[in-house]
């Protein structure tokens, strides 16, 4: 499969149009992404984003939720939201020839909700027992209780679908006020990938009416960068069977130059069953089954965590695995083997991601939302080929250190002590 060169059309009222054309397919991926998520949700309304995302499935002006649920089966059954702490997102894959049935539905949710009252009040329920399954949970539990601690007073810190509280609170003329000045134009990037017409693609964003895409008075916030904290969190819950723990720091941001030395690192000390991690706490002491590392960014920060789930007895023995490795790259560095093989990863990834249609579509709206242009692929892989040992050592010395350590942990761990000395790297 092979790709045209990538086009984009910017609309005056401030919408933008990218297209990948892969020619070789008979399919297509479009997606309506808006630039903004929870993270610009006012306390009060905490949740409502994700709120918005579920219940614009539930009628139009021109469709009921039964009519939206079988046209979405007939393009395929494969339309996907999705709330994120910056973006929300909608994208359905698709036969080719039907690319304006699903533009004119995706069109028609987004910017012609109905917000029925008595709809709102039972997606709301549903919402809310989507909550439940979180705190039923234990890794997705801990998740939440770590960021909540790490960004303590910042909306980073607070959960993508809210509480019960501010759910039940939602009714229909707040969650029509917040959709103004979520869904609109300036805030909206339509990225398509596949068998497409880039001219056909413009043609159908204009047929959407002016008052769809006019742009109202803003009331999302804009958030500052946050301060991170280094919390060691130990939650005690005698039911669980294994112990979930996190060691975190803060990392590097998703618009920073370091990310590409930033995600190697992270698979190296964790990123896969070759990873460091996976070899010393799995393969040859078998204290775990699920044990990795990973990087995660937003645009103007981040963090590096480990993560594993482990015997409540073992969990020390864990912990001081994991420190040991911050503390040898911190040192030592990694080595010329290590990376390649790290970079042999990425480079496969990306490149068999070249295939999939749909991450070629969301790949457009990422690369809008944090750089305001398109990376071509060859500009991403001399980033990646161009990151030495010495930059993956400076970036562990630059973000690994004690004072910045978090811990958090979820389990039967009666008697676990962690103090900030046990999580001492620089000794």
Known sequence: MMTDKIKETRFE?????????????????????????????????????HFIEHTVFKGTNKRTALEIAIEQDRLGGNLDAFTSHEETGFAVKIIDDRIADAFDLIGDMLFDPQFDEKELLSEGCVIIEEIKMTDDSPEDKLGELFTEAFYAGHPLGLSIAGTPKTVRSF???????YHKSLVKADNLIIAAAGNIDHDHLVDLTKSLSAKQLTNSKQRTRQTAKPKPFAPILIKQNKNLEQAHMI????FSPGISKERYAADLLANVIGGGTSSRLWQKVREERGLAYNVGASSIM?????????????????TGEVIDLAVAELKDVVKNGITEQELELVKDQSRASILLGLEDSAGRAASLAQSEMLHGRQIPVEETLANIEAVTTKDLQKLAKKYFRTEKISFAALGDLKGLKVTRERLNVSK
């Open 171 to 177: 009714n229909a003329e707040l969650t029509r006020d």
């Open 247 to 250: 060691v975190a720091v803060p």
């Open 13 to 49: 009222n401030g919408l933008t149009l990218l297209t990948d054309r892969m020619t070789g397919v008979r399919s297509a991926t479009l997606g309506f992404f808006i630039r903004k998520g929870s993270r610009n949700e006012p306390n009060e309304l905490n949740g409502i984003t």
């Open 298 to 314: 937003y645009h103007d920060c981040g963090f590096f965590s480990i993560f594993a789930a482990t015997s409540p007895k073992q």
